[in-house]
């Protein structure tokens, strides 16, 4: 196996595994966890066990591991969605690896113009008359 890349976010050791399913690259933790739901099927090949699989894959003795991406400690928000979420990264970045700097607050929670609309239309009382102009 190739040895051990590291988290761009947390920089904790983590394998690249091609998923079974998907043959898209995950990352994952190197050590075995209790909670993990991912075997390793070939050198990288990675097979999701459901919770239902998961006492016959322990009992025939295969090692579990975890996802990085529920595992690592640094919340992640796309820089895409958020206008500062790239910086808000980088400032979790640097508060992590210095002790003298503050976590920073995460940023609000950025809203298309369609979700920014009420979630009813306010109706008008009976007696109120709408001056909306008709068609001739």
Known sequence: MKPP??????RQEIL???????????PVDVVPSVRGSIAIVGGYRALVVRATDRPRA????RRLYM???ASCPVPRQKPSGHPEGR???LA??????????PMPKPPEPHLRRA????LFA??????VVSFRRRKP
């Open 67 to 69: 996802s990085h991406m």
């Open 92 to 101: 979790v970045m640097n508060a992590i690896g210095n002790p003298n700097v």
């Open 87 to 89: 910086a808000y990264l």
């Open 5 to 10: 890349a590291r988290c761009r976010y947390c």
């Open 16 to 26: 690249w595994l091609k998923m079974q399913e998907t043959g898209r690259l995950h």
């Open 115 to 118: 979700q920014q609309r009420p």
């Open 58 to 61: 322990i009992a025939a003795g």
């Open 122 to 127: 306010p109706t008008l009382p009976s007696n």
